[in-house]
């Protein structure tokens, strides 16, 4: 259940930003580490794959607001909050945890943590919780109310171009029934998706608890997400680089369009296709495709005698100067 999963984790410091961070900063910030520990970089390293899903995990919920009020409020539980039975005193979590399976009785006792945690998600009439973590649509009411019932977490793995533009699939539930989910398009990896009032039964009378769907999205050998763009590595000639050249780039799920590598272009520039990344309600991306200048393993005797004239031509300036220079200060 996302209650208790959230509580555990401290995505702020995962991201390594602080907790009035704006919008703008957070996906600053994801983009960078996401380049940095994308399993495409980092093949066969799983610490880094580790860190890659902790941070698209951490940023799939900052970066939306109602789940990103709903996590501060939950942290803030843990952190700061003050509760004793008589709504005094000093305690945190553990002592709000003590009241509920002490002062409830038997009714509690040995209960499944994602239960306790479920009794937050209503707004009682004394006064826990607020926003949607409140909703009057579950968890404990005070003074003998109906219970909301409990949620349940499914997972489910998806590849990258149906998590891209969208699907619905069929999961198995707990019971044993199929139920449907409706991927969104655009969709990230370690994205919840929650299901309304189609979770646990509440016990007596109240309304049924959430499905809480995590999505697991496996990676593409070609492309990479980066908010609604799409990146991926194209590598080039020497000569194409150096002289310029007309190169073909693969879209998903399309043909592929042409881009014009204009002379003398380095490794790691980068050309945009608008309009070819993922599209949603909220918008459409682009494509990025970053030049990877490909150095030749292999040269025939013709070929490196020309490479040896060409030395001989080439400006004499140091492309390393301004590098040791700066290492030097």
Do not use: C
């Amino acid at each position: 259940m996302a209650s208790q999963d959230w509580f555990d984790k401290d995505f702020y410091k995962i991201l390594g930003v602080s907790k009035d961070v704006s919008d703008a900063d957070l996906k600053k910030t994801y983009r960078k580490l996401a380049r940095k520990y994308h399993p495409d970089s980092n093949q066969g390293d799983a610490a880094a794959e580790t860190k890659f899903k902790e941070i698209s995990e951490a940023y799939s919920v900052l970066s939306d607001p109602e789940q990103r009020a709903e996590y501060d409020q939950i942290r803030a539980m843990g952190s700061g909050a003050r509760f004793t039975a008589s709504g005094q005193g000093a305690g945190g979590f553990e002592d709000v945890f003590s009241v509920f399976t002490q002062g409830r009785g038997a009714r509690y006792q040995g209960a499944d943590f994602d239960d306790i945690f479920s009794m937050f998600n209503q707004q009682p009439t004394g006064g826990f919780g607020s926003g949607r973590f409140g909703q009057p649509s579950g968890g404990f009411r005070g003074y003998g109310g109906p219970t909301r019932g409990a949620d349940v977490t499914a997972r489910t793995t998806i590849d990258f171009v149906t998590a891209t533009k969208g699907e619905t699939i069929t999961l198995q539930g707990e019971d044993g029934k199929p139920f449907k989910v409706k991927i969104p398009a655009g969709v990230a990896d370690g994205q919840r998706i929650r299901l309304r009032g189609r979770g646990r039964p509440s016990p007596d009378g109240g309304e049924n608890g959430d499905i809480v769907v995590l999505v697991n999205v496996r990676p593409h050998p070609v492309f990479t997400r980066d908010g609604l763009n799409l990146r991926v590595t194209v590598p080039v000639t020497f000569t194409e680089a150096a002289l310029g050249a007309t190169i073909e780039v693969p879209t998903l799920g399309g043909d592929p369009v042409k881009l014009r590598v204009a002379p003398g272009t380095p490794s790691g520039r980068v050309l945009r296709v608008k309009g070819r990344g993922v599209k949603t309600q909220k918008g459409t991306g682009d494509l990025l495709a970053e030049v990877q200048v490909v150095v030749p393993s292999h040269l025939d005797e013709r070929a490196r005698e020309a490479l040896e004239r060409f030395r001989e031509l080439e400006p004499k300036e140091n492309p390393r100067a301004d590098l040791l220079a700066k290492a030097r200060s």
